[in-house]
């Protein structure tokens, strides 16, 4: 939605996704780690309910008598201090995710609006994650130490390194960040073809995924990533086809008629009268002209796609494939200076004719 919806790049759109992705998995984590251990302290609980005497040592088997247990009522104390301590453990980062949501949705605000390069909202937003910290450690002997500790953030790692030791609540961070890394991998994984500055990785030239291109595939509450045909086999002599559109396009259009006129004479590109026009259909590697395009919002989801119907009756039964160009732009990071670019594989997809 931030790239295709409201233009954000998809540089600040992935690190976004990472890291609410991080957020929501760790969370994940602790919350079954949490269930699990609360399974086993209600058991213990029962346990020392139904048996508050613990073991009858004459009634064990002579190999079992005169050791020392524990107690139920000890067993299900100590579990419930362990629950309690893992449940408490991530209140100190939920305040640390909180500051760094909402520095992050201010400058997010500011890039969309007053539109200045993501180089420099990055380059801000880590100058004043460093600022804040050495602001701390310079401090360190005067009020903003004093006040620094007075804070839930450091009273609460205070407690677990004084009562756990020092790199035990460090390790135990970092284990459930690697438990909650297959979460993260899942939720990121197929977020490259929303890449809308990038050809198609070989990755998803080699193995595509059916579900981000074919209705008969998709989820209807999820998005389309770049192209959108009704199944793989069509049936018929008329192609259905959609472009998901990006609000992005918008300034590239402008950008491309103000300034680049000349090399898309030399490139013998359509005029671009709309962002659509950025696009170039091949079937078979050749080229197929489109006279029109209907603009759709599909139902569930609320994305907008260009759709148009392509004939295909000329085209003998058998496998075809469709491979989309698009022209776009390419900004340095520093300067924000921008530069012609063609995508040939923006797009490539096959369908089988009935």
């Known amino acids: 939605m931030l790239i295709q919806d409201l233009g954000v790049a998809y540089l600040p759109s992935s690190m976004i996704l990472f890291y ?13 780690v949490h269930l699990m251990l609360r399974f086993l302290w209600a058991g213990l609980l029962g346990l020392s309910y139904a048996f508050p005497d613990g073991v009858i040592h004459e009634k064990l088997f002579s190999i079992g008598r005169g050791l020392k247990y524990q107690k139920p009522e000890q067993m299900a104390l100590k579990m419930e201090k362990i629950c309690s ?21 201010l400058l997010l ?3 969309i609006w007053v539109g ?8 801000l937003f880590f100058v004043s994650l460093i600022a804040f910290a050495l602001f701390i450690i310079l401090g360190k002997k005067g009020k903003i130490r004093g006040w620094y500790s007075t804070t839930i953030v450091s009273s609460v790692a205070a407690i677990y390194q004084s009562n756990l030791g020092k790199w035990f609540s460090l390790a135990y961070g970092i284990i459930i960040f690697g438990l909650a890394t297959p979460i993260i991998y899942s939720d990121t994984r197929d977020f490259g073809l929303f890449f809308n500055e990038s050809n198609l990785n070989a990755r998803e030239l080699e193995w595509p995924a059916k579900n981000l291109y074919y209705e008969s595939h998709h989820d209807p509450e999820k ?26 396009d918008e300034n590239v259009v402008r950008e491309l008629k103000s300034n680049f006129k000349q090399q898309l004479d030399s490139m013998q590109w359509q005029p671009l009268d709309a962002t659509v026009d950025l696009y170039r259909i091949y079937i078979d590697d050749t080229l197929v002209p489109v006279g029109f395009w209907k603009k759709q919002r599909l139902q569930t989801s609320g994305q907008k796609i260009f759709q148009s119907l392509i004939p295909i009756d000329s085209m003998d039964p058998g496998n075809h494939r469709i ?4 022209l776009m732009l390419r900004f340095d990071l520093i300067s924000n200076r921008p530069g012609i670019l063609l995508l040939e594989k923006w797009a490539v997809v096959d369908f089988y004719k009935m």
């Open 223 to 248: 998005r389309y990533g770049r192209l959108v045909l009704p199944s793989e086999e069509i049936a018929g002599d008329v192609l259905r086809l959609g472009l998901v559109r990006y609000e992005g």
């Open 109 to 111: 605000c500011v890039y």
């Open 20 to 32: 609410l992705s991080a957020i929501i998995g760790v969370f994940k984590i602790f919350f079954v």
């Open 85 to 105: 301590m893992t449940f408490a453990y991530p209140l100190s980062l939920v305040i640390i995710f909180m500051g760094i949501t909402l520095i992050l949705g």
């Open 323 to 326: 491979r989309v160009e698009k």
């Open 116 to 123: 200045v390069s993501f180089f420099y909202m990055y380059l």
